[in-house]
């Protein structure tokens, strides 16, 4: 009988604590998860003198395992796919989690424990599998497997030592990973919280510029409309009250010398003009704010003026009307109100329309209302795309965000035009 001293036992001790030592300073030094699998797997096979292995760790519901690396078998993708779930049952296999403690089988063919293998793995004969534990509790395990001799107790004590080691650089790697992914998911969460506050910025410079033409064109047509009412004024207004103040002054004369029947004539004359005054005064009040939008409402207002835009354009237009109208704060209807003539303005100067309709639909959380015309249509895109053709539509636009409503525009070439716009209504 052969015997070993004392010292050659303490110094493959040293070996093998010496070799664990710098197995476990090169598993350290990983950081995928992947290397750290299939390193410490290389590992574990040399170090037992073992043909084949596998680590396994608990799936999530703790039913079974999963087998995240395996040395010395390449299964095929599908064959993978089938069987990298290993139930968690009393079997040779599954023992070593079960139970928290290394299993041994010097042939697993013939374990008691056996419950078979998959069609197409290689035949396990002798076997060895120790838990990988986490604060004392199994996270999964390391299992060895065809040493041509059985194992024994110092594979079993060997593997364990390293297994300790192994379940902290898993669990390392597994937050490292972690970690990589919410740094990547942060990261794309900054990029894009970027792009959309500098696509923010620049789409605020867009409305800044847009604003800014808006307010432009508002003095100018306010000069316009100033210079429109102060000419009409002149030339009608002004020129009647002149001739009547002539018509006035003749029939003064006229009463002098007791002309009295030229005289009636003259002041029948005055009163004429007079009634002419009223008339041009009360449109010119009229084009500045609509008497019957204050006094009768949106929908009577609507109706007017589709009928003096039917008899100035000389094309059809009909109001209709569906729901309960109610009355709204002045301030939405003036804007629904100038909405409608901006967008009727645009039928008669630009469409070259046959017909065109006024549509308004009370319920009882919105209004919506619809101009729509078969005219020529135009191209929506290049018109926003220009300066100066898109001021109109910028100022629907505007109006309609004032009121908190929402404004869609429908058209293209030769297909008509509809002007859409909704607008939320407050019955508090």
Request: hydrophobic fraction near 40%; aromatic fraction near 4%; charge should be neutral.
């Amino acid at each position: 009988m052969v015997t070993v001293a004392p010292f050659e036992i303490n110094f493959q001790q040293h070996e093998r604590l010496e070799a664990l030592y710098h197995l476990a300073v090169e598993l350290s030094a990983l950081r995928s998860l992947e290397s750290v699998l299939n390193t410490a797997l290389q590992h574990c096979l040399d170090l037992t003198g073992s043909q084949f292995g596998f680590i396994g760790l608990n799936a999530v519901g703790g039913k079974t395992i999963d087998v995240v690396a395996i040395q010395g078998f390449h299964p095929s993708k599908a064959f993978y796919q089938h069987n990298h779930l290993i139930p968690l049952r009393p079997s040779v296999f599954a023992r070593a989690v079960l139970e928290n403690r290394p299993v041994r089988s010097d042939d697993a063919r013939t374990d008691p424990d056996r419950v078979g293998q998959p069609k197409g793995h290689p035949p396990v004969a002798t076997f060895l599998g120790v838990p990988l534990r986490l604060h004392d509790a199994p996270i999964g395990m390391i299992g060895v497997a065809n040493r041509p001799e059985p194992y024994g107790i110092d594979h079993e004590q060997l593997l364990m030592t390293y297994a300790a080691q192994v379940a902290i650089v898993i669990r390392n790697a597994q937050l490292y990973e972690q970690l990589t992914t919410a740094n990547e998911k942060l990261e794309r969460k900054v990029a894009n919280r970027t792009r959309q506050l500098q696509e923010a910025k620049e789409a605020l410079a867009q409305k800044a510029v847009q604003l800014q033409q808006l307010l432009t064109e508002t003095v100018d047509v306010q000069e316009r409309e100033r210079q429109r009412i102060a000419q009409d004024m002149h030339d009608g207004t002004n020129q009647l009250l002149i001739g009547a103040m002539l018509e006035l002054k003749s029939a003064r004369k006229r009463l002098t010398t007791g002309n009295l029947s030229q005289a009636e004539e003259s002041l029948q004359t005055v009163q004429k003009i007079l009634h002419r005054v009223e008339a041009e005064t009360k449109q010119i009040i009229y084009d500045l704010r609509p008497p019957t939008l204050d006094a009768l409402g949106l929908v009577p207002a609507l109706r007017h003026y589709t009928e003096r835009f039917e008899q100035y354009s000389g094309i059809p237009c009909t109001l209709k009307v569906s729901g309960q109208p109610m009355r709204l704060p002045s301030r939405v209807e003036i804007s629904i109100y100038r909405l409608m003539q901006e967008a009727l303005h645009n039928v008669s100067a630009h469409a070259q329309a046959g017909r065109a309709d006024v549509i308004i639909d009370f319920s009882a959380s919105s209004l919506n209302l619809t101009i729509a015309d078969d005219g020529q249509g135009f191209d929506l895109a290049m018109v926003k795309r220009d300066n100066h053709g898109n001021i109109g539509l910028l100022s629907m636009n505007e109006r309609a965000e004032s009121l908190g409503g929402h404004l869609k525009i429908r058209t293209r070439p030769r297909h008509g035009t509809q002007v859409e716009l909704a607008v939320p209504i407050n019955d508090g």
